[in-house]
């Protein structure tokens, strides 16, 4: 059984930093293209970062120079580091692990909230 478990959500002032997790289990990170995507209330779900398994990224146009990923492939982790955070940025963070159509695997989402 696949579980993506995020963590490191919660509520912090703009200006302010958080550093969300995904620890995987049931599958090897390694060989997958990680990612995180957000959904603010009444919008569709984003890309904000993806990290191929050769460990190239891509960033949404939005959280460029604010926001890194990186991943841990031996703790089967991804990490998203978000600096300058900015109330646009309040959503529901999803971390996602694709390697095939078969192979699509989401998270529960963690709530980062952004304001003063």
């Known amino acids: 059984q696949v579980q993506l478990v995020e963590s490191g959500g919660g509520s912090v002032q703009p200006g302010g930093s958080l550093r969300l997790s995904c620890s995987a289990s049931g599958i090897t990170i390694g060989i997958y293209r990680m990612g995180w995507y957000r959904q603010a209330p009444g919008k569709q779900r984003e890309l904000v970062a993806d990290?191929?398994?050769?460990?190239?990224?891509n960033y949404a146009d939005s959280v460029k120079g604010r926001f890194t990923i990186s991943r841990d492939n031996a703790k089967n982790t991804v990490y998203l580091q978000m600096n300058s955070l900015k109330p646009e940025d309040t959503a529901v963070y999803y971390c996602n692990a694709f390697r095939t159509a078969n192979r699509d695997y989401w998270g529960q989402g963690t709530q980062v909230t952004v304001s003063s």
């Open positions: 990290i191929t398994n050769g460990g190239s990224t």
